[in-house]
């Protein structure tokens, strides 16, 4: 992480993002907070974000240390401090006795951790001595070493037998930064020569997806503000070709923002297209992502309502497809979002398949006859997915499972996967590295 960031600085503010996410807010959110709060540097904002990211990425690991490096739990943001400094101890990023001076700089210039100097100072010191026995101990425990809380790792165990460690081990390391090309204004290949006549190393990982080798901010990818470019995982670029969707279709996005999926669902063709969002502030990033893209109304209707509630935007004419990209414990994104399995309760679960068959049942009777409803999560966990399909097929005798394009199936539970080798000349079918996700199509019989 050596961005030349004043590190007591950035280990201050990743101390306060901690204590945020561990009292139950999101790491975006209070990244977010953080920065406009303290008006943060740019470099600094990237520091603190890059801290943050490895402090959640290793929560378990440091929860399970802090107890048996400390007798009594301190104030929060002391053991916020304590957090940033041991992600940063335990990744390496920094000569270890530099980085103590550093976590100790940050306590004595914070009036609330001042006093506290001192004991970070001891705590530190005591992982330093302590790290070469305690930390491969700790990691003998499969919850702490995939960093998960149990219940999370007992699930993706019993739900997927042969698969769970893989899954859970790609979702701890950090993610690559995957673009999607627009169509419209360029193909793959083109784009590749762009990138390397700019020198960014890239590589094809499906049939649209490019991964820079060097994630960056998005104003520094190459065709990005054109559009030329969106950032989306390859495995959440399945969606929009397999609603295929033609021109003239009328189209429902039903749960819109902020506007990948229905951005895709524009590049691929001039169909009519009602995208629903139930936040109205997450609706005006669908507007953004499209203005962006260079696609926008009048065939393209963005709409803020709850998709549940029908009445609220249906004017009664029977919509082709639909594309249903519920909410769900976004448990298949954990690579890019950290804090989710620490945010997540077991009960949530219950609780979005609920939402989500609530979003199916209400949406199904708009779909007309041979029409088409695409059914997505960023989800592991089967309640929300396979299951969730089944009981949607018991409940609708007009529904039936249409194979998604290019596959036997008619669902489709993608488990998160990494930076594997591409052969060359993989063009088609299945991305070679995405996040985890699970497809449903529904026809009407
Ligand atoms: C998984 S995200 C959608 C991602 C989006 N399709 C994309 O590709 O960029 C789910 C979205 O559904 C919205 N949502 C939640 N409940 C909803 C409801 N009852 N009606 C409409 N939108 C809802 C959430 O605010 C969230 O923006």
Redesign the pocket.
Known sequence: MATGAPLAEVLRAAAAVWVRVRDGQSLDRALQDQALKHEVAAPIRAAVHAVSHDALRHCALIEALLPRLIARAPAPQVTGLLAAALSQLIVGAYRDHALVDQAVAAARSDRHLSAAAGFVNAVLRSFLRRRAVLVPQLLLDDATRLNVPRWWLQRVRREHPEHWERALACAVQPPALLLRVNRRRCDVDAYLARLRSEAVTARRVGPYAVRLDRPCPVQQIPGFTEGVVSV?DAG?QL?APWLQADDGMRVL????????????LAELSDARIDA????PA??G??TD?LQRLGLAAPRIRILT?????VASFWDGHPYQRM?V????T?SGIVRRHPDIPWLRREADVAQLTT?QA??LDALWPLLAPAGRLLY???SVFREEADQQADSFLERHPDARLAPLPGTRHGWLQLLPTGADPVEPGQTVGLPTEHDGFFFALFEKV
């Open positions: 989306q959440a969606a996005d039903a749960c819109a923002a902020p506007g990948g999926k229905t951005g895709h629903i969002e139930l936040d997450r609706a990033l669908i992502n309502a709850d998709a549940r509630d594309l990209d519920a909410p769900c976004a939402l609530g979003l997505v999560v960023c």
